[in-house]
């Protein structure tokens, strides 16, 4: 939702006044889908909510009073041919009034308030523990792998470095907006493998490297796991001096974390 609400506010900068929005989801959730409609509307009171042609199938959205929340529709899927969507009809008046803020109250329901009170680690706490494990990963694992801190990125669980062009990009809500270092587990930080392809032998504390025609490299590939004698912890596992994907030993056996789609 929260990302929905980052996207809906950047979408409305981009519509001239009496462009229209549709927001579409494929879901039922209200907190997804009228609230997020609600929002809109409270924040930019230059925007209405259409009303859309009813057809056989098509119920109204869930009532936010005072915002007309029910001039959306729900698609049921059975009752319509498709899996089912909420949609929604923004229209930017012309000429209206931009700026602050509707007086109205807050979208959010009783529901919604109930979730964000479970005790869940909070994005900070999230980024925090990422970075934190990215420097004892970074010094123990890959000390000859230099960044710029400046250019770390934590978004939630996940570690980006940002390209050096990437001005603003901090505060857009993309997907990928750098190169994926790794995210944080509950006991250590989980490398990715761009990462793995990025590094070479010379980098890395541990390291294993085998030949074209290496059983042991087929098998890996094959994503088996590979006896390697050695201290247990992350190791970079190379065709020759070029990275392939990380392993982690343990009890002299390299577990296998090639991603499943590329076995």
């Avoid at 980052?6 to 519509?15: F, K, Q, S, W």
């Avoid at 959010?108 to 979730?115: I, Q």
């Avoid at 420097?135 to 250019?151: C, I, M, N, V, Y």
């Avoid at 392809?197 to 088996?224: I, K, M, Y």
């Amino acid at each position: 939702a929260r990302r929905q609400r980052h996207l809906l506010a950047r979408a409305t900068e981009l519509v001239r006044p009496g462009g229209t929005l549709v927001y579409s989801t494929c879901t039922f959730e209200v907190e997804e889908d009228e609230e997020q409609v609600a929002t809109v509307l409270r924040e930019h009171p230059d925007w209405e909510l259409a009303e859309i042609a009813r057809r056989p199938g098509f119920d109204p959205g869930v009532p936010l009073p005072p915002w007309p929340t029910e001039r959306a529709v729900r698609l049921w899927p059975h009752r319509v041919s498709g899996d089912g969507q909420f949609v929604a009809r923004l229209l930017r008046r012309d000429g209206g009034a931009a700026g602050g803020p509707h007086p109205g109250p807050s979208p959010l329901r009783g529901g919604s308030a109930e979730r964000r009170r479970r005790p869940w680690p909070t994005d900070f706490q999230a980024e925090r523990l990422v970075l934190d494990q990215w420097k004892t990963f970074q010094a123990q694992t890959a000390p000859g792998f230099q960044l710029d801190s400046g250019r770390l990125l934590a978004r939630g669980p996940y570690l980006f470095h940002l390209p050096a062009s990437a001005e603003g990009v901090s505060t857009v809500p993309l997907a990928r907006p750098g190169t994926l270092l790794g995210m944080s587990r509950p006991a250590h930080f989980r490398p990715s493998h761009g990462l793995a392809c990025l590094l070479d032998p010379g980098l890395v504390s541990s390291s294993v490297s085998w030949p074209e025609g290496d059983e042991r490299l087929r098998a890996f590939l094959r994503g088996e796991t590979v006896e390697s004698p050695g201290a247990d912890g992350w190791v970079l596992v190379c065709y020759e001096r070029w990275g392939v994907s990380w392993g982690r030993r343990t009890g002299g056996v390299i577990k296998n974390f090639l991603p499943h789609h590329l076995r």
